[in-house]
């Protein structure tokens, strides 16, 4: 177990807070340590006539668009479930019936902190498009036959997508195709 020793808080953003400082160690060795403070985030993985919902952006911490399941961050207090089906309406203009809770992870446990719930959206109604003022992204619906073979070529970069996606070909194949 590490223990900080001294911490101090080097930014506080909007999104992100950056500590830096050192940690004791379980055998008592001292270490210099950084960590990214992040409140967490969601994402949906949801089938709409048998197509994969995805939205297409730009990224700018990794300077190119990717393709990736809609996803939002949370705010403090704030339930998954709650933000996800919200993120998925505002994204891609649907609504889901029903949600499945599929995973929760953290991103980069050695530097931060977020930790992504994934979740399976079902029976999905067209609603509207409603993007927050800052976002510019493009709703794209894709064939989950084209989803595989993305996989499988190394299409989808984002872990988040990954994992959903894998979710909802496994639960295709559960179901016999």
Known sequence: ?????????????NIIEVRAG?????DGYIAP???VLHGGGVCVAALADGEALLVRQYRLAVGR???ELPAGRLEP????????????EEETGYRAGRLEHVAS?????????????VYAGFDLERTAQRLD????VEAVRMPLDEV??????GRFEDAKTIIGLRDLLMRRDRQGR
């Open 1 to 13: 177990m590490e223990t900080w020793v001294s911490c101090e808080t080097k930014f506080r953003g």
């Open 22 to 26: 050192t940690a004791r160690l379980a």
């Open 33 to 35: 340590r950084e960590v």
């Open 65 to 67: 668009t990717l393709l």
């Open 77 to 88: 207090g704030e339930e998954p479930i709650a933000r996800a089906a919200a993120e998925l």
């Open 105 to 117: 992870f953290f991103c980069s446990p050695g530097v931060l902190s977020e930790r992504m719930h």
């Open 133 to 136: 003022h800052d976002e510019r």
């Open 148 to 153: 595989e073979r993305g996989l499988a070529g």
